[in-house]
């Protein structure tokens, strides 16, 4: 079965077709940047990785787009308890671009800030008001919901169901509105905060209300109409209601052709907020289990249910990554050292003489040759079907477990021919990374490391550090055994594992993990 994705405007399963059959051109609803990220946050944008890179694997090219909202009264507000609102924006900025590579989040092809689009949204408004969608009372702009028949049909809300203040993030004077759910487009700005001028008499200057900034700035990256268009399930009302509202009109047919939005992660029925004290940073978490496992965790729930999360859930999840992780390892131990001949890849025809489910990538017709080509070919079966089917990323995981499994039921780490180890090393590795889980080493897998969005060095286990100290101490351990002084090598062995790494004995030698 070919992509199918849940559009959130029809409620529905729907097979995916970009306007462009080679493009998608997706938009995706960044940070408010008055606070850091938080793992809530990561686990949207994690999914959003995860669509992306599924995509490209499908050979689609993605032109993705991400926002920061850079003015905002809580910026404003925060900027005033510290050193200005603009530098407490650009703070925050840096501090999610850094959270977003510490977990293996691939560049946007442009990251946008609201004020950089003032102009374009200063000229929907007034197009707005022109079309008699929009008006002006107190010099600020008001959206009136009641022009706009549609209101409602992308969350499947009726408006006059809806509940009063609800389309506002701050308590507003309900009594200059038309409507109680109408919703401000532009407001005046007090003395000593920002401002900029708009040219026009009833509305002379002021700032951006947070709906019209996503508007203006997917619009004049990505067009009129384009593909995709998400955030978290928090945006779809009010905020993506608001934009379809606002651009449709402008734009004169449907803006966006599918809609997404992954659900909250659930912290045992407590919301996650700064006023409890219980939110945990990306920080938090990555260096206390690692990318690795942060990101297998995010794709154990479906992305339109909720993930619950505590640290034993996470421990549990770091558990059955492990037992994957650890067959990647054996490969990579016996593929190391081993002769060029082992590298030769299997002749194939030219890409247009393949079949189509073979042309993109060119590589992939490699991870199904050998001993175990049947059983790569059938979990890839099962992965694809999987992922094609709404990015059911649980039941993808459930098919990469059954073929780890059988490839151990079936001796594959004493196994004698070395080199029919390398497509299975491959094939697992190509299949990790679609959900963020970059391992593969590039000297046995360039054509995928290339592709990383934190490429590892070369022989280096990725994404670890410390190598050289772990495997230091192990050779004095093996030393220590070798000269029968067995008290030293269990005390090197328990502190390897209370320093996180898992030390296994093997025939072929002592092997170690990150836990």
Not at 119 to 126: G, I, K, L, P
Not at 138 to 156: C, I, K, M, N, Q
Not at 350 to 370: C, K
Request: net charge negative; with cysteine.
């Amino acid at each position: 079965m070919p992509l199918h994705v849940f559009n959130t405007a029809s409620r529905a399963l729907e097979p995916f077709v970009p306007a462009n059959p080679k493009v998608v051109r997706m938009y995706v609803c960044g940070l408010t940047v008055y606070a850091p990220m938080h793992i809530g946050h990561a686990r949207t944008y994690c999914f959003w990785d995860t669509f992306r890179r599924w995509l490209e694997h499908s050979g689609y090219h993605v032109i993705g787009v991400i926002n920061y909202t850079d003015i905002d009264d809580r910026i404003i507000a925060g900027g005033e308890e510290s050193r200005g609102c603009v530098d407490l924006a650009e703070q925050m900025i840096a501090g999610f671009r850094r959270d977003c590579r510490a977990l293996h989040i691939k560049d946007y092809a442009a990251y946008t800030r609201a004020t950089d689009f003032v102009d374009e949204q200063v000229s929907m408004v007034a197009q707005l008001i022109e079309k008699g969608h929009a008006y002006v009372k107190d010099g600020e702009v008001f959206y009136e919901v009641a022009s706009f028949p549609r209101y409602g049909a992308l969350s499947h809300r009726v408006l006059a169901e809806q509940e009063v203040g609800a389309c506002g993030r701050l308590e507003e004077d309900i009594a200059r509105k038309r409507h109680p759910n109408d919703f401000t487009l532009w407001k005046p700005s007090d003395e000593g905060q920002p401002a900029w001028t708009t040219g026009q008499e009833g509305w002379p200057q002021g700032r951006p209300g947070w709906h019209i900034e996503c508007s203006a700035m997917s619009t004049a990256l990505l067009g009129d109409h384009f593909d995709v268009h998400g955030g978290g399930i928090d945006n779809l009302f009010p905020h993506h209601e608001n934009e379809v509202a606002q651009s449709e009109p402008l734009c004169g047919h449907p803006w966006v052709r599918y809609w997404l939005h992954p659900e909250h992660l659930d912290l045992r029925g407590t919301k996650m907020s700064k006023s409890l004290g219980n939110v945990v940073g990306v920080s938090d978490l990555v260096e206390r289990h690692g990318v690795d496992v942060v990101r297998w965790f995010f794709s154990t729930h479906h992305y339109r249910t909720k993930l619950p999360f505590d640290w034993d859930l996470l421990e549990q999840a770091a558990a059955g990554y492990q037992r994957i992780k650890r067959l990647v390892d054996v490969l990579a131990e016996r593929l190391s050292g081993a002769p060029a001949s082992v590298f030769e890849l299997p002749r194939g025809s030219y890409p247009s003489q393949r079949p189509p489910e073979l042309r993109v990538p060119r590589m992939r017709h490699t991870y199904t040759t050998g001993k175990f080509g049947a059983a790569s070919e059938q979990f890839i079966e099962k992965f694809t079907a999987a992922m094609n089917d709404d990015l059911d990323a649980p039941t993808a995981m459930a098919a990469l477990f059954e073929y780890v499994s059988g490839l151990y039921a079936a001796g594959i780490e004493a196994h004698p021919e070395v080199a029919e180890l390398l497509p299975v090393y491959r094939c697992l590795t190509a299949h990790l990374a679609i959900f963020g889980v970059e391992i593969a080493r590039p000297e046995l897998h360039a054509e995928v490391c290339v592709d990383y969005a934190v490429p590892p060095s070369s022989g280096a286990a990725a994404g670890r550090g410390g190598d050289e100290v772990v495997d230091r101490l192990l050779a004095l351990r093996t030393q220590a055994r070798k000269d029968k002084d067995f008290a030293k090598g269990d005390m090197i062995r328990k502190l390897l594992i209370e320093a996180g790494v898992e030390v296994e004995d093997s025939p072929q030698g002592t092997r170690w993990s990150a836990r």
